[in-house]
């Protein structure tokens, strides 16, 4: 098969074995994947990983040790617990001290024609969603995370850093609560849809005198959103940070306890929530398509990637 390996470079390799599937573990076909910053960060030497990159996608069961998931479309949750530590017992397995995540941590990714994952990680998917919706389920999960962990009312004000690939899909999410949302990002060109829904945006250099939020949700991938998040956010309000840095990123610790600041992770979410809002098609996600490669151009799709004001790229074997 073929897939795209990162060792001391980057290159798709043409004569790749098929997996083989461990117990509990389905072989999937992948019929669509997505390119995410946390992909570019791998590249830039997060996590050290080395292996076939990518973690979005949407495919087709084509071995499985239930004869029911053959030929099921599915998407896959990316943290592939021990299953036998306390975190996995008690329905956790996204902080199992030894989970693999595939193109990310001691396992290959999806980017290739075929890549395996546990049965438990699958999620059938609706015939009502296409693919290209599909491919967007494991990153507009992430985005959800964030209710999940914190309460965000009715007419709270809330700054998003960020309008990149996630930063768009969180804006949208948390639109739905109905705070009283501002966007401060750089790219115009990407606000077509946040105006559409009603979602207020400001560049950086064009906010209001003053302002601040009671919750500040960090999506820049970058250090200076880091900074700009920690100027926004008032005194006894909520950080909520989801990039990845692959740089150390400095942090002023003093004063998240002088200013009382609730510091929040934010990670993987929910699928079945993310697919039920892509069926009710809650969410523009189609739109925020740049292009879409053939794994044959798979190095080009990740070049694609970096430029800035890309939005999401695909791939597809």
């Known amino acids: 098969m073929r897939a795209l390996h990162l060792s001391d470079q980057l290159q798709l390799l043409e004569a790749c074995p098929r997996p083989i599937p461990a117990a509990g573990e389905a072989l ?127 007419g709270e004000t809330v700054a998003l850093i960020g309008d990149g690939r996630l930063g768009l899909l969180v804006a949208h999410v948390l639109a739905l609560t109905g705070c009283d949302l501002l966007v401060v990002g750089h790219h115009p060109e990407h606000w077509s849809t946040l105006h559409a829904a009603g979602i207020s945006t400001c560049l950086e250099h064009t906010l209001p005198a003053g302002y601040t939020a009671e919750t500040v949700v960090e999506c820049s991938g970058g250090p200076t959103g880091l900074q700009r998040a920690l100027q926004l956010v008032r005194s006894g309000g909520r950080l909520i940070l989801k990039s990845t840095f692959p740089e150390q990123t400095p942090i002023n610790l003093a004063e998240l306890v002088v200013r009382e600041i609730r510091l929040i992770g934010s990670r993987c979410g929910p699928f079945p929530a993310a697919i039920h809002l892509l069926q009710q098609q809650r969410i523009p996600v189609e739109a925020l398509i740049t292009a879409c490669y053939p794994l044959t151009q798979a190095v080009q799709a990740m070049e694609h990637a970096g430029q800035k004001g890309t939005l999401k790229i695909l791939i597809q074997p």
């Open 28 to 154: 999937i076909r992948v019929s669509l994947a997505g390119v995410c910053a946390t992909d570019l960060a791998v590249l830039r030497g997060y996590n050290t990983f080395q292996g076939v990159l990518g973690h979005e996608f949407v495919g087709v069961v084509a071995e499985a040790p239930e004869a029911a998931w053959i030929g099921q479309r599915v998407v896959g949750e990316i943290n592939c617990g021990c299953g036998q530590c306390h975190r996995c017992h008690n329905g956790h397995p996204a902080h199992c001290a030894q989970r693999t995540v595939p193109g990310i941590r001691g396992r290959d990714g999806v980017f290739a024609d075929y890549c395996l994952l546990p049965l438990s990680n699958l999620h059938p998917l609706p015939a009502t969603i296409p693919d290209q919706a599909a491919v967007f389920v494991e990153p507009l999960a992430a985005a959800l995370r964030i209710t999940q962990q914190t309460h965000i009312h009715p």
